[in-house]
């Protein structure tokens, strides 16, 4: 078992999902607003899903090259992999919270207006608690989903030991170093990892038929 890989690999996560979850809240709830724009925005946000990782790594690896931030070079350091993380994580941390706002009748948003709540406070006080499966959904999926991220990493750090060089790494260079028993523990944690994730995702955090219905009644 790799620790270093494995909390490199933890601390990547965290600070992912300490920066991202805020911006995708702000985005899905933008998109509800936007005109006809709404559709182009939607599938640029969407391109990570379908864009190969090496593509995707290529093009970071690229325009983050030979720059850098307070010193820090972007690429080949952990600075440029969490950048990398924050784009490649984008569907992952947007959809879900998206789907919730969505699925609010859009009756309680006019109650609380006809009521003299600003914006602000329906925002605060109404969309937000309904929406958190959506958003605890998005920061289950974002968290599994980093652990994993391999060929973007890849791309953009390098397999840099305590700097770059995260679990989904440390297998492949298991793999090539004909290590199967490390490389099948560390398999096995993220394997384990992806199906709590997708477990809490399509289970414990869906929204309950029942209390849909209440709210259209």
């Not at 990547?12 to 920066?19: E, F, K, Y």
């Not at 699925?103 to 602000?120: C, D, F, H, M, Y």
């Not at 406070?121 to 989903?145: C, D, K, M, N, Y």
């Amino acid at each position: 078992m790799d620790i270093e890989a494995l909390l490199l690999s933890l601390r990547l996560a965290i600070w992912t999902l300490v920066l991202i979850i805020p911006f995708g809240i702000w985005v899905a709830h933008s998109l509800q607003s936007m005109g006809k724009s709404r559709s182009w925005v939607e599938a640029a946000l969407a391109l990570p899903l379908v864009l190969p990782p090496t593509v995707l790594g290529y093009y970071l690896l690229v325009g983050l090259g030979g720059k850098s931030l307070f010193g820090i070079p972007l690429v080949f350091s952990f600075t440029g992999i969490l950048i990398a993380s924050l784009i490649v994580n984008l569907p992952f941390a947007i959809q879900p919270i998206q789907r919730a706002f969505e699925a609010i009748n859009p009756e309680i948003r006019e109650a609380a207006q006809v009521s003299g709540l600003t914006k602000w406070q329906i925002f605060r006080l109404i969309e937000l608690p309904l929406a958190w499966r959506g958003i605890t959904s998005a920061a289950v999926l974002t968290f599994a989903h980093t652990l994993g991220e391999f060929g973007v990493i890849l791309m953009v750090g390098g397999a840099i030991p305590g700097e770059t060089k995260t679990v989904s790494i440390a297998i492949y260079d298991k793999v090539q170093s004909f290590d199967t028993s490390g490389a099948g523990a560390l398999s096995l944690l993220l394997l384990c990892t992806s199906l709590v994730a997708i477990a809490l995702s399509y289970g414990v955090f869906s929204r309950n038929p029942s209390r849909s219905k209440q709210w259209s009644s």
